[in-house]
């Protein structure tokens, strides 16, 4: 089955710090890919989407300029939060859209605090 | 635009007793549904889907969903839980004219032995 894997499982990062999370879709080529970000307790709330090759589609209230979105092939998508604080800590999950279906597979997500 | 309400935060059963949790849609174009499992601090599963075919749907580990076009509802069941069903459960629509998921604010389940 299609396979989407996201790295680093778990980050710690001191305030002010930039972090790179990657997506990356394992055995098929993902023309889309989201972000997602999940509070503790509560639903998915969609990010961005990134389309491989162009500029990230960003959802109403979410900073384009803190959360950089790249996604340079059609099997990895970043994002980077960047100048990171405390209030960005959160489970940050990507999904990747492609294989036969064109459903969308999720990744593992990334747990990120920031102290 | 597309939304999605479960009806229950918290559900808890005795493990080897049915589970029903409660979802209603609202779409203004053909819904497509999604039921989603995240045991803690992992990523989502789908458990199945409804795309316009059958409107009963079976989907992995027992579990199943009627979509009821006139309800709008898409409930999902399992006749015997099982302690590994504990989990968050996430009911998702999209419409067909857009890829956006929209997530219900899930619903925990607890098996209770």
């Known amino acids: 089955g299609a396979v989407v894997s996201q790295h680093p499982s778990r980050v710690i990062c001191k305030s002010g710090t930039s972090v790179k999370i990657e997506c990356r879709s394992l055995?098929?080529?993902?023309?889309?890919m989201f972000w997602y970000r999940q509070f503790p307790k509560q639903s998915l709330m969609l990010m961005a989407t990134?389309?491989?090759?162009?500029?990230?589609?960003?959802e109403q209230g979410v900073e384009k300029d803190k959360f950089l979105i790249n996604h340079a092939s059609l099997t990895l998508s970043t994002l980077t939060v960047t100048s990171a604080h405390p209030e960005d800590s959160s489970f940050y999950i990507c999904?990747?859209?492609?294989?036969?279906?064109?459903?969308?597979?999720f990744g593992p997500g990334t747990r990120l605090t920031v102290t | 635009a597309q939304s999605v309400t479960q009806l229950d935060s918290h559900v808890s059963v005795s493990e080897g007793t049915p589970v029903l949790l409660r979802c209603n849609y609202s779409?203004?174009?053909?819904?497509?549904l999604f039921w989603y499992v995240q045991h803690p601090n992992k990523g989502l599963q789908l458990l199945l889907k409804?795309?316009?075919?059958?409107?009963l749907v079976k989907g992995i580990n027992g579990f199943e969903a009627e979509f009821k076009k006139s309800e709008t509802s898409f409930h999902l069941t399992k006749p015997s839980a099982h302690m590994s069903d504990a989990a968050e459960y996430f009911c998702?629509?999209?419409?067909?004219?857009?890829?956006?998921?929209?997530f219900g604010a899930g619903t925990t389940v607890t098996v209770r032995a």
């Open positions: 999904s990747a859209e492609g294989g036969e279906s064109y459903e969308q597979y």
């Open positions: 055995d098929f080529q993902a023309t889309t």
């Open positions: 990134s389309n491989e090759g162009s500029k990230a589609t960003y």
């Open positions: 779409s203004s174009y053909s819904p497509s």
């Open positions: 409804y795309t316009s075919a059958a409107t």
């Open positions: 998702v629509v999209t419409a067909s004219n857009d890829y956006k998921l929209s």
